[in-house]
Nanobody, 124 residues
Framework: QVQLVESGGGLVQAGGSLRLSCAAS????????MGWFRQAAGKEREFVAG????????YYADSAKGRFTISRDNAKNMVYLQMNSLKNEDTAVYYC?????????????????WGQGTQVTVSS
């Protein structure tokens, strides 16, 4: 089992920045990829960014490219999402996810463990 706890969400004005953190615990040695997803009210959960844990390859949704940066600290079992130039449409609950084995990074069905989420609200 892997446990994930997100933090760093909050209220921010449009154009501002937030840094989300995800702390992993448990059988973290088995995790091969981690991702950030988000779900806005009334919408389906969508991929935001992902990273392969060993080589550090990163992947982004088009909406995140150029504004968001995913990173990891394997020694601390942490994954981060730096979000800059935030927009109203970034408002959502953000979830951290961890996958074992081969993971299709952009597919929420490919992940085995999920955190409880952290709310990000961007105001005008």
């Amino acid at each position: 089992q892997v446990q994930l706890v997100e933090s760093g969400g909050g209220l921010v004005q449009a154009g501002g920045s937030l840094r989300l953190s995800c702390a992993a615990s448990g059988r973290t040695f088995s995790v091969s990829a981690m991702g950030w997803f988000r779900q806005a009210a009334g919408k389906e959960r969508e991929f935001v960014a992902g990273i392969r844990r060993s080589v550090g390859s990163t992947y982004y949704a088009d909406s995140a490219k150029g504004r968001f940066t995913i990173s990891r600290d394997n020694a601390k079992n942490m994954v981060y999402l730096q979000m800059n130039s935030l927009k109203n449409e970034d408002t959502a609950v953000y979830y951290c996810a961890a996958g074992i084995g081969w993971v299709v990074i952009t597919d929420n069905g490919g992940y085995d463990y999920w955190g409880q989420g952290t709310q990000v609200t961007v105001s005008s």
